[in-house]
């Protein structure tokens, strides 16, 4: 097949949907298909680049977050997609809102990809104040690009459910976005006598790593621990600040694949602390190296799907009950030990190679029902 991915955010992948995209692309490929990719600064074969477009006072905001947004270049899209089988718009701005209606005119199958929660720009642009605001963006993505599509790919149950919930009246498909452990698994080592808690993301409203932080503070071990928050974001220098009432500090900043090897080859626990994830990659990243995480119960994240028992939940928002959690494993280490095995195998279901098989069984079904309507 020609397939053609239009996405905003593609080639910073720092980016969730940016990994998710870049993911996808590359499993198509290997697969054996042709792939376009529509979006800024993208480069070499297949790529149709488009021009950044710029909003006033979102760009700067947006630019912390490494998310970008795409011109809807009309002559790039029809060119790109010239002879397509199938497009895939991945988020509901201008580039796809825009892309959706020539692909009707050009008469291309397609789907669309809910990849953005509404909670994703009202934290960061500090709006959460708003009554109603959830529930007009959700009627605002519907009624721009999603009533617009037939087929719509969930990344997971949560997203699928909260869709239902906005009369989404579209087939909603659940299909993990995937991941191919990037990471080499390293013997794990005993570094030293301290206990090592690990988490990597962006440092914005959202992530909540100052719970984190928090949490390590009233812990009844806290003079044990070691924390390692690593990633970037415009909340760093805040939480350089935060961490500095631990004994330890915190070891915050970007770190490359080499390194989290090695953290990952120590690490003790991983704790996931945000609010609203459509699926958290790096936290399977790290319980694919048999890293047990403890995770937030958000209604708005997905990622509390990947915990196995109550041990590895606490209540969102709540440092306290988070701190209570990290001691139960700093007590139960021969359980922590027991139920590293089992999170291996949880990574295993989730395997990106399947999950794209399911995407491509999505698009046949597109495109056939396409020609028969």
């Not at 020609?2 to 969730?16: E, L, P, R």
Request: hydrophobic content about 40%; aromatic content about 12%.
């Amino acid at each position: 097949m020609v397939i053609v991915v239009v996405v905003d955010c593609f080639v910073d992948k720092s980016n969730g949907t940016a990994v998710s995209a870049n993911n996808l692309v590359k499993t198509l490929r290997q697969k054996g298909h042709i792939v376009r990719v529509v979006a800024p600064y993208v480069e070499g074969n297949g790529a149709y680049r488009v021009d950044e477009r710029y909003i006033p006072f979102v760009t700067e905001i947006s630019h912390k977050q490494h998310m970008h947004f795409g011109k809807a270049d009309k002559k790039v899209l029809r060119e790109a997609f010239d002879g397509a089988d199938i497009i895939h718009f991945f988020l509901p701005f201008k580039l796809e809102i825009i892309g959706v209606k020539i692909a009707k005119e050009m008469k291309v199958p397609y789907i669309c990809g809910f990849h953005l929660q509404p909670e994703n720009i009202t934290y960061n642009a500090h709006l959460t104040w708003i009554p109603f605001i959830h529930q007009f963006i959700f009627w605002l993505f519907k009624y721009r690009i999603y009533r617009h599509t037939k087929y719509i790919h969930c990344p997971s149950q949560l997203i699928a459910d909260e869709l239902k919930r906005h009369n989404y009246n579209s087939k909603l498909y659940v299909i993990s976005n995937g991941f191919t452990p990037k990471l080499r698994k390293l013997e794990k080592i005993k570094k030293d006598d301290y206990f090592h808690i690990a988490m990597t993301g962006r440092y914005t409203q959202e992530k909540r790593q100052d719970l984190l932080i928090e949490a390590v503070y009233l812990s009844k071990y806290e003079k044990q621990i070691k924390l390692h928050i690593k990633g970037l974001g415009p909340r760093e220098e805040e939480y350089k600040k935060l961490a500095s009432k631990l004994t330890y500090g915190a070891d915050l900043g970007f770190v490359s694949d080499e390194e989290l090897e090695e953290l990952y080859s120590y690490t003790d626990l991983y704790v996931h602390t945000s609010d609203v994830d459509i699926e958290s990659i790096a936290t399977l990243e790290a319980i694919s190296n048999g890293i047990v995480p403890i995770i937030s119960d958000s209604k708005t994240s997905a990622t509390k799907q990947f915990a196995l028992n109550d041990h590895c939940l606490f209540k969102a928002g709540d440092a306290r009950d988070l701190a209570k959690k990290i001691d139960f494993f700093i007590e139960n280490q021969h359980y922590l030990k027991e139920l590293s095995c089992e999170y291996e195998k949880v990574a295993l279901k989730y395997d990106l190679s399947s999950c794209v098989d399911k995407m491509i069984d999505l698009y046949k079904e597109a495109i056939l029902d396409f020609k028969v309507s």
